[in-house]
């Protein structure tokens, strides 16, 4: 290595290897402060077949190694294997990084490895705090100076002329080194003044207070128009007044960043994703968790193939792919996660592949565990599902993949395994609705085992769209479950997951033909919820909420929906698994249709925020709702209309966001 500079020219490796890292170039070259952006350029040669794949960890001063993003394969050219580029921006403390390259022949089994430091200088170079710019206009790194091992710090700031300001959470003081804080939440051409607030005991002492101006909105991206259709009164949850919305989705004839605003409508944050949909599944106190298209190992397809960290700047923090989690799912026995585009043609019976991730990705499981939806096809015998082509089916269903610490799977569920019949699936109990999917067809995942040979249309079975990690549940286990929603069943289901001791078996099926019965005390024709969304379990009363989209209702009275029929509904119900009954506590009618999409949500004054997010196929309308005591319903409080949304989450800043 060169010293200083974090380059590394030549490597030894040993005498009979045969996968070979030739180098590691970082560029700007170290040292650099914190909050550069370094781009890593990796290469090396394979005397097999290959192909190979890249991994990059990396371990903070004095810390250890964990993994930012896992293998991802490279390109090759003229005998050589190069590495997507790796880009990384230190945002922690200052000294010395190691940045560790892993570089593997999956055909062979055979690993080279390699470690690179890179010295990262603080942005505090004397005794007052700094502010300095990121990227994103709307976002600015506070640094202050080192403060006493045992206390701990954190940051406010305040928008000149504004009643309240923010506050970041509390970061304990390293002793030695700085502090430095993402400051997010700011409208834009607008002054702050912030400080830091350091916590000694009982004692808390306020730093300097710093200046920073945010930028403007980009001009060369589309912002989306939000308006205000239910004003904020006295009823209204205005603690709450941060908005988090996800506004790219497929089809929509302008690509709109993910955007945070305030009630009024006014965008505090914005991320525009590197491809034009993404799905942002949960708010995290320093990010985002979201589902990006990119390249990974299937080149048929870029879409929904990479799960992301990204914080509040637009760094991408930790990143894994659909090609890293087939490998490791294959190697716990998954023999549905095959990879798409390694399978003969046309597909036998029997087989089936993992093609993108699809609809959420949770931070919220025991010891910093995660958990996401994976979309999988499995060919099936003709006729199954009703199918009259008499060729073999492709059947779309689902993955829950359960990911540790550094995002290695160490727990699956397949609801092909669980496809036999009741009390469990039925693979012969078709979608509701009868949903199908084609080939680049909206709405779909990408289908890839169609052809010659197979019935022309897959069948959308599952739809899986929302996942709920249950600390607590109600039958005094000692252990949590999942909870996920099936949008094409009208089913909400509990999976025995047991905190990874689980059999995977369906405890329980929660809907229509399902395992409750509805304790319908308002003799309603339709008391059933159907192709819902985001179902929940509120820690604060024990209640489920979801958004019920009603599709199934609204497809069955068809040109027959009298008024307020076919309107969507924000739900919460109160379900005992001793009687297995569903009483509804909230079941109002929002006044609009949503077919697809939504969000329900527990806010802080005990109202509730429902996003009926695809309405005329171009509006969302953020709902807030006041119940009215003694009934299931309730009054609009509060709306705000804007475009299409695929969820959204209410906040009292977006470094509090809703365990939900």
Request: glycine fraction near 10%; include cysteine.
């Amino acid at each position: 290595m060169v010293p200083g500079t974090g380059m590394l020219v030549v490597l030894s490796v040993p005498a009979l290897a045969t996968v070979q890292i030739q180098s590691v170039t970082p560029s700007p070259a170290a040292p650099q402060v914190i909050g550069t952006t370094i781009q890593w350029t990796v290469s090396g040669t394979d005397t097999h077949a290959g192909p190979l794949a890249f991994r990059f960890n990396v371990a903070p001063p004095g810390g250890s190694m964990a993994m930012v993003r896992d293998f991802n394969l490279g390109t090759y050219a003229s005998g050589t294997w190069t590495a997507q580029p790796f880009v990384w921006t230190p945002t922690g403390i200052e000294g010395t990084y190691q940045v560790q390259v892993v570089m593997k022949d999956f055909g062979s089994g055979e690993t080279a490895t390699t470690a690179v430091s890179y010295r990262v200088k603080p942005l505090v170079t004397g005794a007052g705090p700094v502010v300095v710019a990121t990227a994103n206009p709307l976002v600015a790194l506070f640094s202050a100076p080192p403060c006493a091992q045992g206390s701990k710090m954190r940051v406010k700031f305040t928008e000149r002329g504004a009643s309240h300001g923010t506050l970041t959470p509390w970061a304990a003081c390293p002793g030695s080194k700085t502090m430095t804080f993402e400051i997010a939440g700011m409208h834009p051409s607008a002054t702050y003044d912030m400080w830091s607030q350091t916590a000694t005991g009982g004692n808390l002492v306020d730093g300097p207070t710093v200046s920073f101006m945010t930028g403007a909105l980009p001009t060369n991206t589309h912002f989306p128009k939000f308006t205000v259709a239910v004003a904020s009164g006295p009823n209204t949850d205005t603690r709450d007044r941060v908005i988090l919305e996800d506004l790219t989705m497929p089809g929509q004839p302008v690509n709109y960043p993910e955007v945070a605003t305030d009630l009024a409508g006014n965008i505090i944050w914005y991320y525009y994703p590197p491809t034009s949909a993404d799905l942002v599944t949960r708010p995290l106190p320093d990010g985002i968790l979201i589902i990006e298209g990119g390249p990974a190992w299937n080149p048929d397809s870029q879409q929904n193939q990479l799960l992301r960290k990204i914080d509040w700047a637009g760094n991408i923090v930790k990143e894994t792919n659909t090609g890293a989690i087939q490998q490791e799912l294959l190697a716990l026995g998954a023999t549905d996660a095959q990879p798409c585009n390694t399978i003969p043609r046309p597909a036998p019976v029997g087989a089936g592949c993992l093609g993108e991730f699809g609809h959420d990705f949770i931070h919220t499981l025991p010891n910093g565990y995660s958990a996401a939806i994976a979309e999988i096809e499995k060919i099936y015998a003709p006729g199954t599902q009703g199918d009259t082509s008499g060729l073999p089916v492709d059947i779309v269903g689902d993955l829950i993949v359960v990911l540790d610490r550094n995002w290695q799977v160490v727990w699956y569920f397949d609801a092909f395994a669980h496809a036999s019949g009741a009390p469990q699936l039925d693979i012969n109990r078709p979608a509701v609705l009868y949903e199908t999917c084609g080939v680049n067809q909206g709405g779909c995942p990408p289908i890839f085992l169609l052809g010659n040979g197979i019935a022309p249309l897959a069948h959308d079975w599952l739809h899986a769209n929302s996942l709920y990690y249950w600390p607590a549940p109600q039958d005094g286990r000692a252990k949590g479950d999942l909870i996920w929603s099936s949008r094409h069943q009208d089913w909400v289901m509990r999976v025995d997951y047991q905190d990874g001791a689980g059999t995977g078996n369906i405890l329980w099926r929660m809907g229509p033909d399902g395992d409750f019965t509805f304790n319908n005390i308002n003799n309603d024709p339709w008391p059933w919820f159907s192709h819902q969304h985001e179902a929940a379990v509120e820690s604060a009363t024990g209640d489920m909420t979801l958004f019920d989209n009603g599709n199934t209702r609204y497809d069955q009275l068809g040109n027959h929906c009298g008024p307020n029929d076919c309107d969507s509904r924000g739900a919460v119900l109160q379900f005992d698994e001793a009687s297995m009954q569903v009483t509804p506590v909230l079941n109002v009618d929002l006044g609009v249709y949503s077919s697809a999409v939504g969000s329900a949500q527990l806010l802080g004054n005990n109202n509730y925020s429902f996003m009926a997010g695809f309405v005329g196929n171009v509006s969302g309308y953020l709902i807030e709702i006041l119940p009215t005591p003694g009934t299931t319903t309730g009054t609009q409080v509060f709306s705000l209309e804007g475009t299409i949304s695929y969820r959204s989450w209410r906040m009292a800043s977006l470094y509090t966001p809703p365990i939900t």
